[in-house]
């Protein structure tokens, strides 16, 4: 046998004698570690049975974005860029990935849910109610009673516009850290999933509906606007057209009319005034036809670029309650409290063996 397998089976002797010697050492003081376990686990119930349960409400629904409307309109987009209307294709991809997610933690989503009214209390705003679960009104009737007299439905130019925005702004950085989360329902599906978490069952709820709807309100606004301003161009510009050639039709049988017995000799009197009456009427008859063409395309196209936003499932009474069960908190504090011990008391040896060599 050669002298390095000699000193590898020594050295592997010495590692099972240290462990084991650790172990024995261990096993003596199992008293300490099983009383220390057993405050720990006693910590761990206490605390599972404290803690505040916390209500989970959640929104699932589809999303389902608008065609583009170019190609249909490839032969009108030339006539209608004529009349000042652009029916071009809209920004089809401002919304997708995660953009949609940012916009449910943006600052002016959060702040105008929470400055709806609660649909089950008129009289507080979803903002107050929230103000109520985290105990601020109790602190700043202690500290500043003076933020107790904030109208925050008063708009920004109102004397208190700064101690107003600065709490709907800390409200919001509390509620996108701790309450809120969007995301997909999982990683291989395309549904999107809304959960508002918080120890107030009814703040839950409400909230969760109100950012829901505002930005998904907001979503298919900014996604129909470009075809919606085109739709309100095109129409005023059909109007205007249709009034100029009603009166260019009257014209024509006002001029008749005020020369019911003219002399053949003076047909100019009648008929140059009637011809461009005339002339008038075609051309603008013609315009018109165009435009009517491409308001109908313009207002289908709008259908085809309206979003569709299917909700699947919506929060209803009672919330799903997440607590730590005191069972689970038990082991666990046990478990911990246990293996910190341990660490504890081979510290300690390790200490003196070190100084008494």
Not at 11 to 39: D, P, Q, T
Request: proline share 3%; with cysteine; aromatic share 8%.
């Amino acid at each position: 046998m050669s002298e390095r397998k000699i000193t590898e089976q020594i050295s592997l002797k010495e590692i099972f004698l240290k462990l084991g010697k650790l172990f024995g050492y261990l096993l003596s003081k199992w008293y300490i570690i099983f009383v220390v376990g057993m405050l720990g686990g006693g910590i761990g119930y206490f605390y599972a049975k404290m803690q505040h349960p916390i209500y989970k409400s959640t929104t699932t629904f589809v999303l389902e974005s608008g065609e583009s409307s170019g190609g249909g309109l490839g032969q009108m987009a030339g006539l209608a860029a004529l009349a000042g209307v652009d029916l071009g294709p809209s920004g089809g991809g401002i919304f997708q990935g995660d953009n949609l997610f940012e916009l449910y933690k943006s600052r002016k989503m959060i702040e105008l849910a929470l400055l709806q009214r609660s649909s089950s209390d008129s009289s507080l705003l979803l903002l107050d109610r929230y103000l109520l679960l985290t105990n601020e009104r109790n602190k700043w009737e202690k500290s500043n009673p003076e933020l107790l007299k904030i109208d925050f439905l008063r708009n920004s130019n109102s004397p208190q516009a700064r101690l107003r925005d600065s709490i709907l702004q800390q409200t919001v950085q509390n509620i996108n850290k701790s309450n809120l989360d969007v995301g997909h329902l999982d990683k291989k599906s395309s549904i999107i999933k809304v959960d508002v978490m918080s120890p107030d069952e009814v703040f839950s709820k409400e909230f969760n509906e109100a950012i829901v709807d505002q930005v998904n309100s907001f979503y298919i606004t900014t996604k129909t606007k470009k075809s919606l301003d085109n739709i309100v161009i095109l129409q005023r510009k059909t109007d205007s057209v249709r009034a100029v050639m009603n009166g260019a039709i009257a014209s024509s049988a006002v001029i008749v009319d005020v020369t019911p017995n003219l002399n053949p000799t003076k047909q100019s009197q009648r008929l140059i005034p009637a011809q461009r009456s005339q002339f008038s009427v075609e051309t603008n008859k013609a315009i018109l036809g165009q435009l009517v063409q491409n308001l109908e395309m313009s207002k289908m196209a709008l259908l085809k670029e309206t979003p569709l936003i299917q909700v699947i499932d919506e929060p209803i009474y009672p919330l799903q309650i997440i607590k730590t069960g005191k069972l689970k908190s038990l082991v666990i504090g046990g478990i911990l409290a246990s293996f910190l011990c341990v660490i504890f008391l081979l510290g300690i040896k390790s200490f003196r063996d070190l100084m008494s060599g």
